[in-house]
């Protein structure tokens, strides 16, 4: 049997439940499949959101757990930046993805769990996905006039798909991460602050820590680019957690979760829409390089996603250009940007410690940094190239 829709969308991340709520908002007809039982639960993430993320997508201010004007950059000696912005906030991927599937849910999205994307195949102008139902061992297809493909960074889109990127697999990175419970609350600062840790592995690597808080506990964790075998990486995350014990709650009992996933730290993905399929989020490698951010990037491109849905009258290969071009004009050049700002760096890694001297020094150079390009005043691009051109020329010469 073959079940139609408007837009199905796979995967209910944030870039999967913005589309399915924003869509089925605007009266497109929508499928969600997303393969968990349960939403958000098995999501490895910090979970940390840039400031005004609730109110941008319009989403209850219940689900933040911690407000954090402090952003904390250690360098690699260890020595602490610090920097003002915002609010960033904090939450827990069960309550963001969970808020948001039920808001899809609400505006009249169908999301069906326990269902598994197998594959996808064009079919004169509309695409037919099959996936395996998972409580029932069935394989089912649906018919759709237009296929969101959200499914982060585990999507398997290389093997013969239009969208496959020969430097995808180059850009995943490997994560581990503890939540650490304590019996009492940690020091005051830790629930102001996003900690961000760059500094060598012992195999010389460069890895990103992070500590980022929250009501009941804090999420501790470590990224590398490539793989590291499950223990080295335990070693590097026990002594990198030791560290911010230390700091943090000291002499405080603690018991702890561990949690890890892939990450995607690569350049966005160069084909991201083809008439009827579009990619978004992680699946399009729309994260940034330098500090792992890719929760707002996903929920916009479902926000774009939804719209192009909601185009009707336009042809689906026009309405798939314009998505590829809105979503290329808005994070391309600033994520393909990030990416080689981590290369230099990582290149002579003391250029960390430099970079977060200016950032602290000069709060408009961070403020301006942390904006999207349509967002910066001329103020904010002076403040911006003349820092970074001052950065630069120390950074080269150092
Ligand atoms: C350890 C870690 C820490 C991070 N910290 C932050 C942070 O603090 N702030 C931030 O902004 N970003 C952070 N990120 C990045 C962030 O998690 C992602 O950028 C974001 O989740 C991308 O959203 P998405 O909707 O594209 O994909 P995801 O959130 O990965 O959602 C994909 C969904 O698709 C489902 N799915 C996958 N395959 C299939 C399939 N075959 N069939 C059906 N469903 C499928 C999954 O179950 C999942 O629900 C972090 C990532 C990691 C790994």
């Known amino acids: 049997m073959l079940e139609e829709t408007e837009l199905l969308v796979v995967g209910c ?45 319009d989403l209850p201010k219940t689900i933040v757990h911690c407000d954090t004007p402090r952003l904390a950059l250690f360098d690699i000696h260890g020595r602490e930046h610090e920097v003002f912005f915002g609010p ?22 169908q999301i069906r769990t326990g269902a598994l994307l197998r594959s996808f195949a064009r079919d004169g102008d509309r695409v037919v996905v099959e996936y395996a139902d998972l409580a029932a061992g069935l394989r089912r297809r649906v018919s759709a006039r237009t296929v969101f493909f959200a499914q982060g960074a585990t999507a398997r889109l290389e093997d013969g798909s239009p969208f496959a990127y020969e430097g995808w697999r180059d850009g995943l990175m490997a994560t581990l991460q503890y939540r650490v419970y304590p019996e009492r609350p940690a020091a005051a600062i830790a629930y102001q602050t996003l900690e961000l840790h760059y500094y060598r592995a012992r195999d010389g690597r460069m890895l990103i820590g992070w500590m980022f808080p929250k009501r009941d506990h804090l999420a501790v964790g470590l990224g590398v680019m490539g793989k590291m075998p499950g223990a080295q990486l335990r070693t590097e995350l026990d ?7 230390a700091r943090l709650y000291p002499q405080i009992p603690t018991r702890r979760k561990e949690e890890g996933h892939l990450l995607y730290g690569g350049m966005p993905r160069p084909a991201v829409a083809q008439a009827g399929a579009l990619v978004g989020g992680t699946a399009a490698g729309l994260v940034d390089a330098t500090n792992g951010e890719g929760i707002f990037e996903a929920a916009a491109s479902g926000r774009l996603a939804a719209q192009t849905a909601a185009s009707a009258g336009l042809r689906s290969g026009e309405a798939a250009g314009r998505y590829a071009s809105a979503l290329q004009a808005r994070f391309s050049t600033r994520l393909r940007r990030r990416v080689r700002i981590m290369e230099f760096l990582c290149a002579r890694p003391e250029r960390f410690g430099m970079l977060f001297e200016s950032l602290a020094a000069s709060p408009p150079f961070a403020q301006a940094l942390y904006r999207e390009d349509r967002e910066r005043t001329p103020a904010d691009r002076l403040a911006l190239y003349a820092a970074a051109a001052r950065f630069a020329l120390r950074a080269l010469y150092a």
Do not use: N, W
């Open 13 to 57: 991340g944030p870039a999967g439940g913005v589309a399915a709520r924003e869509a089925a908002r605007a009266g497109v007809e929508t499928l969600v499949l997303e393969k968990d039982a349960q939403i958000g639960v098995k999501r490895v993430c910090a979970a940390g959101l840039r400031p005004g993320f609730c109110t941008t997508f």
């Open 88 to 109: 960033g906030h904090t939450t827990t991927r069960e309550e963001l993805d969970g808020t948001i599937a039920q808001l899809a849910r609400a505006e009249g999205a």
């Open 239 to 245: 002594a990198f957690e030791a560290r911010v014990r």
